[in-house]
């Protein structure tokens, strides 16, 4: 019943019309299909609720605003990008990873200085425009006023209209938007892998991207690897006093005890995780690959 319900307001929710209500049911929706093993389900649900906790992330309009958005995404981008990969859709897996990596994040939350020059150069009308609504969401945010707000819902309908507008000009298709799979790849030098290890409750995988294949994207199964016990590797958690220790931590290690957790981490991690990369490059006949560690990695 639940997973029903679930189902039938995901239908009307989409980043578009209520970008966090997306986010949460398709999260939980995704939660449930992936315990079941249900992937295409999961992908489908899951995948929404990253679109939508991007949509989430756009939609406000300071800096404080974008991040507070991000702690309320968790592991959806991860996880939707774990069930894309069962469904043997691994570009759209890497687009959406890419869609909430911290490195995209950043850039948006700077793009406006790199994209807004060119806008004002070009349409200065539509740039005030979009500086002015930037303007009042931010001092809004500033002294408090919540999302709800019927003003500052108002203004982050007109900025999205505003973007949408820019969108259309010619030249600024692009203005603000994550970059696509081949823009991703455009500038590998050849001969290099990218590897993104995607971690869930259910399983983990290698990404790899390499330009220079067929296929671009490929994936290497570790079915066995789940995200705790990537966890329980790197950390331990005293079940009586709720502390955290190991080398997840970082905390001052004493004597030969950080030799001693890298030593646990590497009894898991070592043939788990990097033995089936380093088979996967050497049969792939890779020079170089650039590790992109992600989540708790």
Known sequence: ETRGALQRALVDLTPDTDPRMCRKVGAALGELACAANEWPVAAEALEQAARGAAAAVASRGSRAGRF????QSGNVFRWAAYALIRTGSPVRALEI????????IAL???????????LKDAKEMLW?????LRGRIDAAERIGVGVANPGLAEAVGQLAETQDEIRRQPGFRQFLQPPSMQELVHDLP??????????????????????DNAQPAATVDLPSL??????????SVNPETGVTAGYLTQQAF???????????????????LMEPLARALRMAGATSVCLVPIGVL
């Open 190 to 211: 050849v001969g290099e892998t990218i590897a993104y290890p995607v971690t869930s409750p259910s399983g983990s995988a290698w990404l790899l991207v390499n330009p």
């Open 254 to 272: 004493a004597g030969t005890a950080l030799d001693h957790e890298i030593a646990r981490a590497q009894a898991v991690l070592g043939p788990a």
């Open 108 to 118: 948006w939350l700077r793009g406006e200085v790199v994209h807004l020059q060119p």
């Open 128 to 132: 005030q425009q979009y500086v002015n």
């Open 97 to 104: 990873l890419e869609l909430g990596r911290a490195r995209e």
């Open 68 to 71: 507070q958005e991000m702690t």
């Open 226 to 235: 789940t995200s705790k016990a990537i966890f329980d590797a790197i950390a």
